[in-house]
């Protein structure tokens, strides 16, 4: 992001195996081999009904089943993916191989926390039973992964089937007693602050809300966020250990204060992305920079803005991972508030229910986090930065060449380039370390995203651009946790559409093929067999720019209008033909707040006109 001129930013134009050998001793290494590697996951087979097994929506069925008795069936709905899940306790250091048989439309199967990269296997379509397979190798201090299968938002029920992860057992250790004391502290209008005993052989612990798990913590406190004003919650805790997870404690009661002001929806929410409105305005404010547009105090910003994010936190170096966030100082922005009136501010705002994010990149902070070091100092400066202001989460606005990858590297589903791996490591780090309610966005370019459909790095035979579609393996690995996607629909070149045909800047063709784009899936550099899968519409905001002094690719709000018609009602969509409907769109993006300031607010009415 280009901070001393108007424009903002640029245009961006197997596993081998090896049959034993015939010598003495061969056969009783290879059997010693394989009797190492276990089954290690409880009720596979689905015969033991859920035993096991922690589903959101889900139960067993005895038609169809693969083999035995019994499936699992679960169907997804509304904002549920039908997700179960089992924890097991495994090996540092080691291979596994997890496999299993489903049937159903975009079925996954995958295991998280492993230490390395986490993984997944899916199927678009399986009208019959077809097996599933992904392998993984787990982290130096790796004891547990959770094994999970899923479904997909409104496609309809899916089933599974004899799932299995093999490899060398962990050692298994004794379930932790259940923890006692639980006890409700400070409470806002929004947040519980919950506190609990230390339970021996505890390495964390799962908090529960009204029986749904929101939120891990590793010490014996927590404050669960993201509440309704004047509303009574119910909270346990269960303590996590080697042998595995606990039974939960005793319940506490706690009920929420009222809104500032007496109102019933008002309310802080500090850090729930659940707690969005159903359409939301996501703006940039230059927090550590001013240029023609003007400085913008965070407490002069509307109420129309929900979520803010603050621009920028750079890098002492391009791989350094160490980021900075310093204020603009007052020779460059004379009205600039005290950091007290700033903080204030904060809380004010996410009083009202507002989200406030530190936004990481821009043009001119690029980072490349090349190496292990430069990832953890990523994770342990961000945190810094969150913390010091007691902000809601992270925008991730890599541009230039913060992402790219190397030659070879063409699955999106499983990258190999360190700083695409690297970056999915340490936003899993920051999602883990701050619970299910951290707020998480990214704001790429189109030639990060969009552009994949056509070509994806440097291609099966080298010589693209290897930063074409880099994005899409952060997004993938990220999806389960990813708040909000608002691509920047500005400062690009053509980008090939799903109708197979170029759509340029400048009115509501671009944005419409754009996002279709994202809500519908598509083949990755056209390979059919290769989809990148569809988002949430709740996922997904469209960026444009504020006003033409923004950047390259303003249109006017009589075509924004025309875009958001046709996404979320098809209706006045010209010559392209969208996929699907989605009225659920969570809303618009716009760079920036402070120069629709400078344009009397255009976008922000518009955005209101239309969706409030």
């Given at each position: 992001?280009?901070?001393?001129?108007?424009?903002?930013?640029?245009?961006?134009?197997?596993?081998?195996?090896?049959?034993?050998?015939?010598?003495?001793?061969?056969?009783?290494?290879?059997?010693?081999?394989?009797?190492?590697?276990?089954?290690?996951?409880?009720?596979?087979?689905?015969?033991?009904?859920?035993?096991?097994?922690?589903?959101?929506?889900?139960?067993?069925?005895?038609?169809?089943?693969?083999?035995?008795?019994?499936?699992?069936?679960?169907?997804?709905?509304?904002?549920?993916?039908?997700?179960?899940?089992?924890?097991?306790?495994?090996?540092?250091?080691?291979?596994?191989?997890?496999?299993?048989?489903?049937?159903?439309?975009?079925?996954?199967?995958?295991?998280?926390?492993?230490?390395?990269?986490?993984?997944?296997?899916?199927?678009?379509?399986?009208?019959?039973?077809?097996?599933?397979?992904?392998?993984?190798?787990t982290g130096p201090s790796t004891?547990?992964?959770?094994?999970?299968?899923?479904?997909?938002?409104?496609?309809?029920?899916?089933?599974?089937?004899?799932?299995?992860?093999?490899?060398?057992?962990?050692?298994?250790?004794?379930?932790?007693?259940?923890?006692?004391?639980?006890?409700?502290?400070?409470?806002?209008?929004?947040?519980?602050?919950?506190?609990?005993?230390?339970?021996?052989?505890?390495?964390?612990?799962?908090?529960?809300?009204?029986?749904?798990?929101?939120?891990?913590?590793?010490?014996?406190?927590?404050?669960?966020?993201?509440?309704?004003?004047?509303?009574?919650?119910?909270?346990?805790?269960?303590?996590?250990?080697?042998?595995?997870?606990?039974?939960?404690?005793?319940?506490?009661?706690?009920?929420?204060?009222?809104?500032?002001?007496?109102?019933?929806?008002?309310?802080?929410?500090?850090?729930?992305?659940?707690?969005?409105?159903?359409?939301?305005?996501?703006?940039?404010?230059?927090?550590?920079?001013?240029?023609?547009?003007?400085?913008?105090?965070?407490?002069?910003?509307?109420?129309?803005?929900?979520?803010?994010?603050?621009?920028?936190?750079?890098?002492?170096?391009?791989?350094?991972?160490?980021?900075?966030?310093?204020?603009?100082?007052?020779?460059?922005?004379?009205?600039?508030?005290?950091?007290?009136?700033?903080?204030?501010?904060?809380?004010?705002?996410?009083?009202?229910?507002?989200?406030?994010?530190?936004?990481?990149?821009?043009?001119?902070?690029?980072?490349?986090?090349?190496?292990?070091?430069?990832?953890?100092?990523?994770?342990?400066?961000?945190?810094?930065?969150?913390?010091?202001?007691?902000?809601?989460?992270?925008?991730?606005?890599?541009?230039?060449?913060?992402?790219?990858?190397?030659?070879?590297?063409?699955?999106?589903?499983?990258?190999?380039?360190?700083?695409?791996?690297?970056?999915?490591?340490?936003?899993?780090?920051?999602?883990?370390?701050?619970?299910?309610?951290?707020?998480?966005?990214?704001?790429?370019?189109?030639?990060?995203?969009?552009?994949?459909?056509?070509?994806?790095?440097?291609?099966?035979?080298?010589?693209?651009?290897?930063?074409?579609?880099?994005?899409?393996?952060?997004?993938?690995?990220?999806?389960?946790?990813?708040?909000?996607?608002?691509?920047?629909?500005?400062?690009?070149?053509?980008?090939?559409?799903?109708?197979?045909q170029y759509h340029s800047m400048?009115?509501?063709?671009?944005?419409?093929?754009?996002?279709?784009?994202?809500?519908?899936?598509?083949?990755?550099?056209?390979?059919k067999g290769n989809v990148f899968?569809?988002?949430?519409?709740?996922?997904?905001?469209?960026?444009?720019?504020?006003?033409?002094?923004?950047?390259?690719?303003?249109?006017?709000?009589?075509?924004?209008?025309?875009?958001?018609?046709?996404?979320?009602?098809?209706?006045?969509?010209?010559?392209?033909?969208?996929?699907?409907?989605?009225?659920?769109?969570?809303?618009?993006?716009?760079?920036?707040?402070?120069?629709?300031?400078?344009?009397?607010?255009?976008?922000?009415?518009?955005?209101?006109?239309?969706?409030?």
């Amino acid at each position: 992001m280009e901070r001393s001129r108007p424009f903002v930013r640029r245009p961006l134009i197997a596993l081998l195996t090896a049959a034993a050998l015939a010598v003495p001793g061969q056969a009783a290494l290879s059997s010693a081999a394989r009797a190492a590697d276990a089954d290690l996951v409880v009720n596979g087979g689905f015969e033991s009904g859920l035993d096991g097994w922690t589903c959101t929506a889900g139960t067993t069925t005895s038609s169809p089943v693969r083999s035995g008795t019994s499936a699992l069936t679960a169907t997804p709905s509304g904002a549920d993916n039908a997700r179960c899940r089992q924890t097991v306790t495994v090996r540092p250091d080691s291979s596994y191989t997890l496999s299993g048989h489903v049937r159903g439309e975009y079925v996954y199967l995958g295991a998280s926390g492993t230490g390395t990269t986490d993984v997944s296997a899916w199927t678009q379509s399986a009208p019959d039973w077809q097996r599933l397979t992904t392998t993984f190798r787990t982290g130096p201090s790796t004891t547990q992964v959770t094994i999970y299968t899923h479904g997909w938002y409104g496609t309809g029920p899916y089933h599974a089937d004899d799932i299995s992860l093999t490899g060398p057992a962990g050692e298994q250790g004794g379930v932790p007693a259940a923890p006692s004391g639980l006890k409700a502290g400070t409470v806002t209008s929004s947040s519980v602050a919950l506190s609990w005993s230390a339970v021996d052989g505890a390495s964390g612990y799962g908090v529960y809300r009204d029986g749904t798990r929101v939120a891990t913590a590793t010490g014996t406190s927590t404050t669960v966020t993201g509440l309704d004003p004047q509303t009574a919650y119910a909270f346990q805790v269960s303590a996590v250990g080697a042998g595995g997870e606990s039974a939960r404690s005793a319940a506490v009661t706690a009920t929420t204060a009222a809104a500032p002001g007496g109102g019933e929806n008002g309310g802080g929410n500090e850090g729930g992305s659940g707690a969005l409105p159903e359409h939301a305005l996501v703006g940039y404010l230059h927090a550590s920079f001013a240029n023609g547009s003007g400085y913008t105090r965070l407490a002069d910003v509307p109420e129309s803005w929900d979520v803010i994010d603050l621009a920028f936190g750079e890098p002492t170096s391009v791989t350094s991972g160490d980021i900075r966030f310093e204020r603009c100082p007052v020779t460059e922005c004379p009205n600039v508030e005290s950091d007290a009136e700033f903080k204030a501010a904060i809380k004010a705002k996410q009083a009202a229910g507002k989200k406030i994010l530190i936004s990481i990149g821009g043009q001119n902070g690029q980072v490349r986090l090349t190496t292990t070091a430069a990832r953890d100092a990523f994770v342990t400066s961000v945190s810094k930065i969150i913390d010091e202001y007691g902000l809601d989460g992270l925008d991730i606005d890599f541009e230039g060449h913060s992402l790219s990858l190397d030659t070879g590297d063409t699955d999106f589903k499983n990258p190999k380039t360190p700083v695409v791996v690297n970056l999915i490591s340490a936003l899993k780090t920051l999602k883990a370390r701050y619970g299910d309610d951290f707020v998480l966005t990214m704001a790429p370019e189109t030639f990060f995203v969009q552009l994949g459909y056509q070509f994806y790095g440097t291609g099966p035979w080298g010589g693209q651009d290897p930063r074409a579609g880099a994005y899409l393996p952060v997004i993938h690995a990220l999806r389960d946790d990813l708040t909000l996607l608002h691509v920047q629909d500005y400062n690009s070149g053509p980008i090939l559409g799903l109708d197979d045909q170029y759509h340029s800047m400048g009115g509501a063709d671009f944005h419409i093929a754009m996002t279709d784009m994202l809500l519908t899936g598509f083949p990755v550099a056209g390979d059919k067999g290769n989809v990148f899968p569809p988002l949430r519409p709740e996922q997904v905001a469209i960026g444009m720019p504020a006003s033409t002094n923004a950047g390259n690719g303003h249109v006017s709000p009589a075509e924004v209008t025309k875009a958001l018609d046709c996404l979320t009602k098809k209706t006045g969509c010209g010559s392209y033909t969208t996929h699907g409907t989605w009225p659920g769109l969570r809303g618009l993006m716009t760079w920036s707040i402070n120069w629709d300031r400078y344009a009397n607010w255009e976008f922000q009415r518009n955005f209101d006109s239309y969706f409030r």
